[in-house]
């Protein structure tokens, strides 16, 4: 039975919090006092015997209590506001399927599932988000997305929800075509000559920096200058296209280049294996079958993929 001391209040607070990740900003979002919100959460951490957030200078995070909560409360929430929604509003044909996606998968395996996925259910509606994986996933604990597409095994925020392997993505090393290294065996290319280019790189806190980050630590010496720091593989394209910079990237972002020619794969190894891409569902929801179905489209084209 839920304790009565819980209000729907207090939840909502939580979850703006959680979402914010600021007191002031989620009391301005509820257009509440922060007094009132600081008393509200107070209330609700004294209901649960538990603390749920950790202040601290840049703001508040989760505790593990507090992720424990979000990945039910969030949830909860929002499969009430849906059935508020549905009493509303006359059923329709078409159905949603919310989908946070990382660069990782993009360019290839998304776009490729969304047009299997609609060559045999052309009602379902895709509504996809990007960003870090940090983001995506506490968006899929608010409850606010169905399952994330991408490399995220490594992040710390994943721990918690329930994750399925598809494949290893690698990354790679390209440039543009005629670059002065796109010539050069792998005996000849040394960290010094890597360090006389720009590199653009994801930026931090990804799991793909890190791994980044890592490769730099490997070869020895001061890091390169970094042109770009972006999560956008159109403009990472565009600017490698443009300039002598080397580019970090997913090697299905980077594919269809490299089969036209427009960038050529350096013979540099970034990292020893690929990381592990797949789906990341909250198991505390129940997914719906067109959520049930695009994954069944993800899992066949990974399943038929060149390695």
Known sequence: ?????????????????AR????????????????????TIRELEEAVAASLFERGPRGV?????????????????????????????PASGEVVVRVGALSTV??????????????RFPDIRLQVNSGPSAYLLSQLGLGELDLVVGRMSEAQESRGFSFEHLYHEPLVLVARTGHALASLPRTRLSADMLGEYPWVVPPTPTTLREQIERFWVE?????????????S?????????????????????????LTEKWLVRLPIDIEAHGGSVGVCINATRALSPAAERL?????????????
Do not use: C
């Open 233 to 257: 593989l159109t403009l990472s394209r565009r600017y490698v296209q443009r300039t002598d910079a080397l580019w970090v990237a997913p090697l299905d972002a980077v594919r269809s280049d």
């Open 219 to 231: 070869q020895g010496g001061p890091p390169p200058p970094v042109a770009l720091e972006t999560l």
């Open 20 to 39: 914010q990740r600021s007191f002031a900003r989620a009391a301005d979002s509820l257009a509440i006092t922060q007094p009132a919100m600081s008393k």
């Open 61 to 89: 995070t989760l505790t593990p209590s507090g992720m424990a909560l979000l990945r039910h409360a969030g949830p909860a929430i929002n499969l009430l506001q849906e059935g508020l929604a549905a009493v509303r509003q």
């Open 1 to 17: 039975m839920l304790n009565p001391r819980i209000k729907l209040r207090h939840l909502q607070a939580f979850l703006e919090v």
């Open 106 to 119: 993009e360019e290839g395996l998304l776009p490729q599932a969304a047009q299997a996925l609609h060559g």
């Open 295 to 307: 994954i069944e489209q993800l899992r066949d084209l990974a399943g038929r993929r060149d390695p």
